[in-house]
């Protein structure tokens, strides 16, 4: 089988497809045949070395599949084969096939493409922990979804709809006539004007309710400031410590920059200004899969009843994985990119 191999950290000549020996699955294991595996930041990170959570190089990325099951272990119910599944995995998902564990696979519902089910996981389940999990928004609250326009951020704002909350967010502004279809009631243009000034004058300076924020370094200080009473801060990514490099020593540069710039919370500041800030991170809740199944439930009937609607940008094959990067790190991406497996 062929797998999409990050051979080193640096540029897009990294990514490499090799061919490898087919997998068996393990007594409590079933195979998939990948369909369509989705592409995340995380692996943009990945391959420039600015991901602490990624497996050491040589290595396979991909967090969440779709496709077949072709073969179960000992353990398994048969029933399983032949089945059209949505898959987690703890890397190894850019690949034509992979083993997992049974409560790491779900159905595909029958109304959406492989390529719709492989945008699902990552995305929808990082916006569930941000939005109701931890952030507990309510429907007479707003809340300020930074990169509205990607792959999380999408998905955040179908959930934030289904709640019934004021929605707010930061986009590059060609993507803004897409996210008001989608239901977005504020679009902030964050590249060109500065986000805080117009978030306070379209809230009459009060500021909102939840704020989720990937962009960490001293984002994190501007998102605080912009919290109203009773206000929750939730951070989940460092995408600013993308910027400017394509790996390499720049790369590293960039990250210890980042980190440095990030704001320390005092409890007695939270406590005298009714604010709350948390942390996200999907990668680290592995061993909390009881939660992911209940939110995976939400979310698959959110499918089934409509609100929640994947929206795939672009898909590229594996041997074209040096394009997707290129494309997301070029933020031409509105929702998700997904590579399949032809
Ligand atoms: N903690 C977790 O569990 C978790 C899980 C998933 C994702 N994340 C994080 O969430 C963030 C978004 O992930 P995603 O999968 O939604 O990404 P995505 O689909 O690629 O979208 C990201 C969007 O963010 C904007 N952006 C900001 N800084 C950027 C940069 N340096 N390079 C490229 N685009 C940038 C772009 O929109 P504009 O054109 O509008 O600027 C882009 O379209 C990332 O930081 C990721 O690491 C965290």
Redesign the pocket.
């Known amino acids: 089988m062929r797998q999409l191999v990050y051979t080193k950290t640096g540029s897009y000549d990294v990514l490499q497809v090799q061919e490898v020996p087919d997998l068996t699955p393990n007594k409590d294991e079933l195979l998939i045949q990948v369909k369509a595996s989705g592409l995340?930041?995380?692996d943009?990170?990945a391959r420039k070395g600015q991901y602490p959570d990624g497996p050491k190089t040589p290595c396979v990325m991909g967090y969440e599949v779709s496709g077949i099951v072709t073969e179960v272990g000992s353990e398994i119910d048969k029933s399983w084969i032949g089945k059209e599944v949505i898959g987690l995995c703890r890397f190894k998902g850019q690949a034509e096939q992979v083993v997992l564990k049974e409560k790491q696979v779900y159905e595909k519902p029958a109304s959406l493409s492989f390529e719709e089910a492989a945008s699902i996981p990552?995305?929808y389940l990082?916006a569930w922990?941000l939005l109701v999990a931890m952030g507990g928004l309510q429907k007479e609250e707003s809340v300020l979804i930074h990169?509205?326009?990607?792959?999380?951020?999408l998905a955040q704002l179908d959930i934030a709809k289904h709640i019934g909350a004021t929605t707010y967010g930061?986009?590059?502004e060609r993507?803004h006539g897409f996210l008001k279809e989608r239901g977005l009631d504020h679009p902030i243009d964050?590249?060109n004007k500065d986000w805080y000034d117009e978030l306070m004058k379209l809230t009459g300076k009060r500021g909102v309710e939840l704020i989720t924020d990937?962009?960490?370094g001293d984002e994190w200080k501007k998102s605080y400031r912009a919290l109203r009473a009773t206000g929750r801060l939730g951070m989940?990514?460092?995408?600013?410590?993308?910027?400017n490099s394509s790996g390499g020593l720049r790369a590293k540069y960039e990250l210890i920059k980042t980190v440095l710039k990030m704001p320390t919370f005092k409890p007695l500041s939270l406590l005298d200004k009714n604010r709350g800030v948390y942390?996200?991170?999907?990668?680290h809740l592995w061993h909390e899969s009881d939660k992911a199944a209940l939110w995976m439930k939400a979310i698959l009937d959110g499918v089934e009843t409509g609100w929640v609607r994947p929206h795939v940008d672009k898909t590229f094959t594996l041997e074209e994985a040096g394009e997707a990067h290129r494309y997301?790190?070029?933020?031409?991406?509105?929702?998700?990119?997904v590579l399949v497996v032809k």
């Open positions: 995340n930041f995380a943009i990170l990552v995305t990082t922990a990169n509205a326009g990607g792959g999380v951020g930061t986009a590059s993507k964050y590249r990937p962009l960490g989940f990514g460092i995408s600013v410590a993308s910027i942390g996200v991170n999907l990668g997301i790190e070029e933020r031409r991406n509105i929702g998700k990119v």
